[in-house]
């Protein structure tokens, strides 16, 4: 099963492969707080998701694509402007990867995915992160084709980053589960590692 790992493939050094054999494709993983883009027609990328948000965007005429995934810090009201950053910095390294390489502000079409109620308590970490990337997104002047967001599920997203084709599983309680407690180590991890403020999106 012979892989060429492409340019744009190696940039990505942290993100685990392995060969997918219901779909006899490779899969890149994205795990909370990672991004890829892959221009590889014999490769998917997948990742799993609670209350955190998956970002698909395609540039339709170069055939490449990649996908993030992330969520915004819970906190007081000292932290909104913090939280925002987050989302932010997510979404801008994922869309300049992709305007990098000869992709056109025009061509990009997104799908998002995640933001499920995870009854985590009363708060609804899922809904500040889907009111997030909606309004980002229409900041941006980028359309949304599609969504499935929402709700009390978690869900496993499988992307097709060249042909933008998006298959999506509801995931049961016993996943939704490990999510939960992966998706509470990630938030742990943003409190602890402030980001930075020095991406801005190409023109």
């Known amino acids: 099963m012979p892989h060429t790992i492409t340019a744009l ?4 050094p942290d993100i685990q492969r392995h060969w997918d054999g219901v779909h006899s494709v490779y899969a890149a993983r994205v795990l909370p707080g990672q991004y890829y883009v892959s221009d590889s027609e014999d490769e998917m990328i997948t ?19 990649g ?9 007081d009201s000292k932290m909104d402007g913090m939280a925002a950053r987050y989302g932010a910095y997510a979404m801008e390294h994922l869309i300049n990867d992709i305007l990098k390489v000869g992709g056109r502000r025009e061509n990009l079409e997104v799908k998002i995915f995640g933001g499920g109620r995870m009854m985590r308590g009363l708060s609804d970490v899922g809904g500040k992160n889907i009111t997030f990337v909606r309004a980002f997104l229409e ?10 967001v929402g709700l009390e599920f978690s869900r496993k997203i499988n992307y097709f980053p060249t042909t933008g084709r998006v ?3 509801r995931l049961r309680s016993l996943h939704a589960n490990m999510v939960i407690h992966e998706e509470e180590v990630y938030e742990r991890k943003l409190h602890d590692k402030p980001v930075s403020n020095d991406i801005e999106l190409f023109d």
């Open 9 to 12: 493939n190696a940039k990505y």
């Open 67 to 75: 996908m993030n995934h992330f969520m915004l810090p819970e906190g």
């Open 47 to 65: 990742t799993v998701l609670g209350s955190c948000i998956s970002a698909c965007i395609r540039e339709r005429v170069l055939k490449l694509g």
């Open 167 to 169: 298959l999506v599983k």
């Open 139 to 148: 900041l941006e002047g980028i359309a949304i084709v599609a969504e499935d």
